[in-house]
C-alpha cells in the first residue's frame, strides 16, 4: 500500500511527472524516431536462410519492388505509343527512377540471325542455296514476275528435251539432272509466289514473304530462341495480340516512405494524367507490389479515420448511458493515451519501428486498458454508495480491484512475452510492444488514476454516484440463474464449434485482403489473366549462360512453370559450330549479282508463261516429285497455277500484280542483304545485349538471374508449394517474392500456433504462482479454451478463413479473456458467490467489452478486406469472451461452490477483512 499512499499524497506530482514524462519525452521521442514499413521484409526472420538468399539477390541484382505501366485498348499502335510516351518522360527523371524497361532493342541481332538457327537447319540451308543459285542469279539479273516464270520454263524445257531424247534412245531418264534437281528445290518457293500473287488480286490482304527458306525460320530454331529468328528492330512486352503494352518502371528505393515506392507513384501521377487526357480511348493503369501497398495504405488511412470517428462517437454514446458523469471513463481513457506515449517511446527506442503485425498492437492495448480503468470506476463507484468517503473507498478499491488487475495484468503481460518465442520476426515485436505495453497500463492505472480521481472528488465531493448498468439490472441476482442448464448448453455449443473447428481454414492469398476494387489489384489480376501468370516469381541464378540454359531448359519441362525470363533467349548455343556454315552461306550469297531493275508486269505474258510451266510440270511430274520427295506439293502447285489463271484473264488491271512484284522482290534484296552480313560473323555474348535489359538480368558480377513464373494462381499456397517444389529440383536455393510469400505464409501459421502454445504455458506458471490453487488455475483458462474452440467453430461453420490481418485478433483474445477470468474469480473469492452482475466486476466487464466490440465492429466498415476480416473476428471473440466471463464461468463456478466451497474460497475470509479494514 505504500504505493497508494505515495500516489495519494502526492498526486498533484504524480499526475504532472507522468503527463511531463509520457506526453512531453516519450511522445516526442516516438514521434522523431518511430518508423513505419510496409515492406513485407519488415516482418520476417532476417537469420533465415531463404531471408538471406533474398537479400543478397536484391544485393546483387538491384531488385526492387518494380512498378508496372498497363495501356489497353483495341487499337496496338495506339497502346504502343501510350508506352513509348510513358517511357519518355518517366527517363528524364532519374531521381526516382533507377530504370525503364518498356522495349527490348533487337536491333544488334539482326545481322547475326542465322545464329539462332541448328547445325542442321544451316546445313539444309546452304545445301538449297547452292541448288537455287542459279535460278536465283538469272532472277536478280532480270527481275519480275514475267521473267522469273520465264526462267523456270526454259529450264524445265530443257529437261523434257533430255527426258524425251533418251526415252527415245531407250535410255532411262537420269533422275539427278541438275535442271530437275533445282525445279524441285523451288516448288514450295513457287507456291508461295503463286498463292501471293492471288491475295494479292484479292486485296487487303497483308504481305507474306515467299522467301523463307531464305531466312531462319521459327520451326527450325534452337530451343529457346523461339520467336527471336523473325526480327523486329524492338521487341515491346505486349499480350491479347497488342490489345495490352506493359513497361517497367524501377523506382529508386526511398527509405524514408511509409511505401518503397511511394515518391516514384507520386512522380508517375502526373505523367499519367496527361497522358491518359491525350488518349482518352487507352486504358492506362499501374500495379506491382509498390503500387499495392501505396493503395493499401490510401485506403486503410481513409478506413482508420472513419473507424476512430465511429468508435468515438459509439464510446462516448456507450460512457455517456452507462457510467456518468464523463469524467470518470474520461480519465480513465486519459490515462491510457499516458501508457500509450509510454509504449510508444519504448518503441521507438528498443524496435524503432512499427511494422503491419505490430501496428495491431495498439488495438488489444486499448481493450485492455478500458478493462483495467473500468474495473477501477465501477469498483470505486460502489464502495461510495456503501458510504465511505473518497480516500476510503480508493483503498478499498485498490486493495481488491488493484491487486486484482495487478495479477491480471502480470499474467496476461507474461502470455504476451511468451508469444514472441517464435521465428517470425513480425509477431517477435509485436509480442514485445503488447507485453510492454500492458505492464505500462497497469502501472498507469496503479498511479496515474487514482489520483486524478481523488483530484476530482475533492473538487466537486457532491458528485453524483454512477447508476446501475442498465443492461445487467436483468442479471443483478445473488447466484447465477440455472447453472446446470447453462453448463449443458455450453457443452453442447462447444461440440458444435469442435465440428466447426475442423473446417477452419488458413487463407494465405494475400490479394483477398486488399480493398475492393482498388486499381493495383484489378490491374494486377488482369495482367495476370492476360499474361497467363502473376508478378510473383522464384528467382535461380546461374554463374554462366551455360548453365543458365541447362536451368532454363530443366525447368520449362515442370508442368507448374508458366513462363521463364532470361537473357539465354538471346544467346544462341552452339555458337562456334555454326560459324563455319554461315560464312561459306556468305560466300554463296556473295557470288550473286546485285539486283537489276524492275520489269513491268504484262498480264497477257505472265498468263503464257504460267500456262506452259502448268504443262511442263505435269510432263515431268513423276521425275520432279520422285526428286522433290513430295508428291502432294507439286499436285498443290498444278492447283494453285489453275486457280489463279481461273481468276485472272489478259484484261486483269497489272496494278496489283505489280505492287507484289515490288514488295517480292525487295523482301528478296533484304533477305539476301542479311545472309551476306557486314562482315565476319560474330558470335553474340551477354554483353552484346542492349544495357536496360542486361541489367534487368544479369548482375555486375556476371551472375544471370532467371525469373520463373508459376503456372496456377501465384497467391495461393497449395498450388505456390507445387511450384517451389518443382523449382527446387533445378536449384535447390530458389529465391524471389514466390518464394518469400509462401515462407513467409508457412511461418506465420507455425508461429501462430507456437505463440498460443507458449503463452497458455506462461498464464499456467503465473496464475499458478498467484492462486496456488490448480483448481483456479483451470477454472480461469476455461474461458480462454472455450473462446478458442467458440471462435474457431463459429469461423469454421462460416466459412471465414484466418488470414495474416484476422489472426491477430487472437492475441486481443488471450489477453481479454485473461483479464475477464481473473476478475470474476477473485472477485467470487471476495464476495462469496460467483455472480458478476450483482458486483462493479460483471458491470466493468460488459462495458469494457462493449467498448471494445464498438470498436471492432467499426472496423467491419472498411473497403480494406484485411481490416474488416480483423473487425469480423474481433467482434466475435468479444461476444465469447463477455458470454464466457459472465455466464458460463459463474455458471460453473456456482457448482463447485455447492460441492467444493473450501478448495474455491480458502482465503476468502481472510481477504474480506483485509479489504474492508480502514488505514
Known amino acids: 500500500m505504500a504505493l497508494l499512499a505515495f500516489t495519494c499524497d502526492r498526486c498533484g506530482m504524480t499526475i504532472v511527472s507522468g503527463a511531463v514524462v509520457a506526453g512531453l519525452l516519450c511522445a516526442l521521442y516516438a514521434w522523431t524516431h518511430l518508423g513505419f514499413m510496409t515492406d513485407r521484409t519488415a516482418v520476417l526472420n532476417s537469420p533465415e536462410p531463404y531471408q538471406q538468399r533474398y537479400m543478397a539477390l536484391k544485393r546483387e541484382f538491384g531488385v526492387d519492388d518494380e512498378i508496372a505501366i498497363v495501356a489497353a485498348g483495341p487499337h496496338p499502335t495506339r497502346n504502343r505509343e501510350v508506352i513509348d510516351r510513358i517511357a519518355a518522360a518517366l527517363r528524364k527523371d532519374p531521381a526516382h527512377f533507377r530504370a525503364i524497361l518498356e522495349k527490348t532493342d533487337l536491333s544488334f541481332l539482326r545481322d547475326r540471325a542465322l545464329l539462332f538457327l541448328t547445325v542442321p537447319a544451316l546445313r539444309d540451308l546452304e545445301r538449297h542455296l547452292s541448288a537455287v543459285t542459279g535460278v536465283l542469279g538469272g532472277v536478280l539479273r532480270k527481275p519480275g514476275l514475267v521473267p522469273l516464270f520465264t526462267e523456270l520454263d526454259s529450264r524445265l524445257e530443257q529437261g523434257v528435251h533430255a527426258a524425251v531424247s533418251a526415252a527415245l534412245q531407250g535410255i532411262p531418264a537420269v533422275t539427278n539432272r541438275d535442271d530437275m534437281r533445282q525445279l524441285a528445290d523451288v516448288i514450295p518457293l513457287l507456291e508461295q509466289i503463286v498463292n501471293g500473287m492471288q491475295a494479292s ?26 520467336g527471336t529468328a523473325n526480327l523486329k528492330t524492338t521487341h515491346y512486352f505486349s ?5 495490352m503494352y506493359v513497361m517497367l ?52 488511412s481513409a478506413d482508420g479515420r472513419r473507424a476512430v470517428l465511429i468508435c468515438g462517437c459509439g464510446i462516448l454514446l456507450l460512457f455517456l448511458f452507462t457510467l456518468r458523469p464523463l469524467t470518470r471513463p474520461l480519465l480513465v481513457c486519459a490515462c491510457l493515451l499516458l501508457s500509450m506515449a509510454f509504449t510508444m517511446g519504448f518503441t521507438a527506442l528498443v524496435i524503432g519501428r512499427l511494422n503491419t503485425l505490430s501496428l495491431n498492437a495498439l488495438p488489444v492495448l486499448v481493450g485492455l486498458g478500458l478493462n483495467f480503468g473500468l474495473q477501477f470506476v465501477c469498483r470505486y463507484a460502489d464502495e461510495r454508495k456503501r458510504g465511505r468517503e473518497p480516500l476510503v473507498a480508493m483503498v478499498v478499491t485498490m486493495r481488491s480491484t488493484g491487486s486484482t488487475v495487478l495479477v491480471a495484468g502480470f499474467t496476461t503481460s507474461a502470455a504476451f512475452f511468451a508469444m514472441g518465442v517464435n521465428e517470425f520476426q513480425g509477431l517477435r515485436e509485436l509480442a514485445v510492444i ?16 487514482p489520483s486524478a480521481r481523488i483530484i476530482f472528488e475533492k473538487r466537486d465531493p457532491k458528485v453524483s454516484i454512477d447508476a446501475p448498468l442498465p443492461a445487467a439490472r436483468a442479471f443483478a441476482t445473488d447466484t447465477p440463474s440455472h447453472p446446470h442448464a447453462v453448463v449443458l448448453l455450453t457443452a453442447l455449443t462447444t461440440v458444435l464449434a469442435m465440428y466447426g473447428l475442423c473446417h477452419l481454414d488458413f487463407d494465405t492469398n494475400m490479394l483477398h485482403l486488399e480493398a475492393h476494387g482498388t486499381p493495383a489489384v484489378v490491374w494486377e489480376e488482369r495482367l495476370a489473366t492476360a499474361s497467363g501468370h502473376g508478378e510473383l516469381y522464384a528467382g535461380i541464378v546461374a554463374n554462366n549462360i551455360r548453365q543458365a540454359r541447362v536451368m532454363v531448359d530443366r525447368v520449362r519441362r515442370q508442368p507448374s512453370v508458366a513462363d521463364v525470363t532470361s537473357p539465354v533467349e538471346m544467346i544462341p548455343p552452339n555458337q562456334k559450330a555454326k560459324i563455319p556454315v554461315i560464312q561459306r552461306i556468305q560466300q554463296l550469297t556473295e557470288t550473286l549479282p546485285p ?35 513430295d508428291a502432294e506439293g507439286v499436285r498443290r502447285l498444278v492447283f494453285s497455277i489453275d486457280t489463279l489463271l481461273g481468276n485472272t484473264t489478259d484484261a486483269t488491271p497489272a496494278a496489283a500484280l505489280s505492287s507484289y512484284q515490288q514488295q517480292m522482290f525487295g523482301d528478296l534484296k533484304d533477305k539476301l542483304s542479311m545472309l551476306r552480313g557486314n562482315g565476319p560473323i560474330r558470335p553474340i555474348r551477354v554483353q552484346d545485349i542492349p544495357k536496360a535489359t542486361r541489367d534487368y538480368m544479369v548482375s555486375k558480377s556476371g551472375q544471370i538471374l532467371l525469373r520463373v513464373f508459376p503456372r496456377d494462381d501465384s497467391w495461393d499456397a497449395a498450388p505456390m508449394k507445387q511450384f517451389i ?62 473462446n478458442l474452440i467458440w471462435l474457431g467453430g463459429f469461423l469454421g461453420l462460416a466459412g471465414i478463413a484466418l488470414n495474416p490481418a484476422n489472426s491477430l485478433a487472437i492475441s486481443l483474445m488471450i489477453g481479454i479473456s485473461v483479464v475477464n477470468a481473473v476478475s470474476v474469480v477473485r472477485r467470487c473469492q471476495e464476495e462469496g458467490c460467483a455472480a458478476p452482475f450483482n458486483c462493479s466486476t460483471g458491470r466493468a466487464i460488459l462495458t469494457s467489452n462493449a467498448a471494445v466490440g464498438i470498436f471492432s465492429c467499426s472496423l467491419m466498415t472498411a473497403h480494406y478486406r484485411g481490416m474488416a476480416s480483423l473487425g469480423v473476428v474481433m467482434t466475435g471473440a468479444v461476444i465469447f469472451c463477455s458470454v464466457s466471463a459472465l455466464f458460463v464461468l459463474p455458471a460453473i463456478m456456482e457448482i463447485l461452490l455447492e460441492c467444493y466451497p473450501r478448495h474455491l474460497l480458502h482465503c476468502r475470509e481472510k481477504r474480506r477483512q483485509s479489504v474492508i479494514t480502514t488505514p
Open 201 to 226: 488480286l484479292s486485296g487487303n490482304v497483308p504481305y507474306t514473304s515467299p522467301w523463307m527458306s531464305l531466312h531462319p525460320s521459327t520451326s527450325k530454331t534452337d530451343a529457346g530462341a523461339s
Open 239 to 243: 499480350w491479347k495480340n497488342g490489345h
Open 249 to 300: 518502371a524501377i523506382p529508386v528505393l526511398d527509405r524514408g516512405s511509409h511505401t518503397t515506392g511511394e515518391a516514384a507513384l507520386a512522380a508517375i501521377a502526373p505523367v499519367l494524367r496527361k497522358v491518359r487526357a491525350e488518349f482518352p480511348d487507352v486504358e492506362i493503369g499501374e500495379t506491382g507490389a509498390a503500387a499495392m501497398e501505396h493503395d493499401d495504405l490510401v485506403v486503410s
Open 434 to 449: 503488447l507485453g510492454t505495453g500492458t505492464l505500462f497500463t497497469v502501472l498507469t492505472m496503479l498511479t496515474v488514476y
Open 595 to 629: 539486283l537489276a531493275a524492275l520489269q513491268p508486269v504484262n498480264v497477257k505474258e505472265l498468263r503464257d508463261r504460267l500456262h506452259t510451266l502448268r504443262n511442263l510440270l505435269l510432263l515431268v511430274y513423276p521425275e520432279a516429285a520422285s526428286i522433290a520427295g
Open 725 to 786: 517444389r518443382a523449382v527446387t529440383v533445378v536449384d535447390p536455393n530458389p529465391t524471389g517474392t514466390a518464394v518469400q510469400v509462401t515462407m513467409l505464409m508457412a511461418s506465420l501459421q507455425r508461429s501462430i500456433k507456437i505463440s498460443v502454445a507458449c503463452a497458455i504455458v506462461a498464464i499456467v506458471l503465473t496464475l499458478y504462482a498467484s492462486f496456488r490453487s490448480l483448481l483456479l488455475v483451470a477454472l480461469t483458462l476455461l474461458p480462454l479454451t472455450l
